[in-house]
């Protein structure tokens, strides 16, 4: 869809939704924009490892302005695949922070399923994929939508909000013989499910974007990553699919 125009960014700092914070690219996300936002950091079950509530407890006397002394991220545990969980998830982060500006899907099932020709087999891990890398992603956009993004289009341009879906170089290219095809396949779809989506909010001036970087940190650095999701959030382009390369600055 190309660029839009957009206000300048309101004197606030923005609040950052990030699932899948307790992982590689999660935890290097949540340390690195913790220095220019609140954090709002969903994790399943494995505690996150960088400052937050859950480590340092909130001070309820010192957080009248929702904000917290110390940049500590506000951790949230959920299953994302699970609707109700979803919208406990929303509606404690905007009890917290009043807002949600940008989210970041980085949660993500990686497994390698194996041929399609033994899907007869057992089909509950591609399944349980499909539904966390394609519908739980967007079930998180239109709750958040729904509660909050609905009926605040001047707000929603002057804070620049915006999604980013983390995808993958799979969803872009054929890898033979690996038994990633199911994992492939859901990484084109979000990639799909992104464009889509960023069509339907355009009306709310709400950017969406998703980033297909190759397996990291092995093929290319977390911090790239990190720093390819930092230039989307600040950037005005949306409905873009980015592939992240190696030797890219």
């Not at 899948?20 to 913790?34: D, E, F, V």
Request: charged residues 20%; contains cysteine.
């Amino acid at each position: 869809m190309g660029s839009r125009g957009h206000a300048p960014h309101a004197k606030m700092t923005p609040v950052c939704l990030i699932t899948g914070s307790a992982g590689r690219l999660g935890t290097a996300l949540c340390r690195t924009l913790m220095k220019t936002c609140q954090i709002a950091a969903v994790y399943r079950t494995q505690l996150p490892r960088f400052p937050s509530q859950l480590r340092t407890p909130l001070d309820v006397s010192r957080t009248k302005n929702k904000e917290q002394p110390g940049k500590l991220a506000f951790c949230t545990q959920g299953d994302l695949t699970n609707g109700e969980d979803v919208r406990r998830i929303v509606e404690v982060v905007l009890a917290r922070f009043d807002r949600i500006d940008y989210v970041i899907n980085s949660a993500a099932d990686t497994a390698f399923h194996g041929k399609l020709l033994e899907l007869c087999f057992d089909s509950s891990g591609v399944e349980n994929q499909l539904m966390t890398n394609c519908v739980a992603p967007i079930n998180l956009i239109s709750t958040i939508f729904q509660e909050f993004w609905k009926n605040e289009r001047t707000a929603n341009r002057d804070f620049n909000r915006c999604v980013i879906n983390v995808s993958s170089i799979s969803g872009l290219y054929i890898y033979p013989n690996a038994g990633q095809a199911y994992n492939s396949a859901t990484k084109a779809a979000i990639n799909f499910l992104t464009m889509h989506l960023a069509y339907e909010l355009a009306d709310y001036s709400v950017r969406v974007n998703a980033i297909c970087p190759p397996r990291f940190p092995g093929t290319v650095p977390v911090e790239k990553v990190v720093a390819k999701i930092k230039d989307l959030l600040k950037s005005d382009v949306t409905g873009e699919v980015v592939e992240v390369f190696r030797d890219q600055d």
